[in-house]
């Protein structure tokens, strides 16, 4: 939300607050990250639009 302070947690693990089409959702901060993820269930929660789309992904 507007003002939050990020939350550390163990292991030097950051969460944020952060509004999607103004709803609130929690954030993980990887500043080392290429990418962004979240489930399908979040994103239809947060009125996003979810697609397939083809390629890979190394895990």
């Not at 950051?14 to 509004?19: K, N």
């Not at 990418?35 to 895990?59: D, I, P, Y």
Request: hydrophobic share 35%; with cysteine; proline share 2%.
């Amino acid at each position: 939300a507007k003002g939050s302070q990020p939350q550390v947690q163990a292991k030097g693990v950051m969460f944020v607050d952060a509004m999607v089409n103004g709803k609130t959702t929690r954030c993980l901060v990887d500043t080392g990250a290429s990418h962004n993820f979240m489930s399908v269930q979040e994103a239809k929660r947060l009125g996003c639009r979810v697609s397939k789309e083809a390629g890979s992904m190394k895990t």
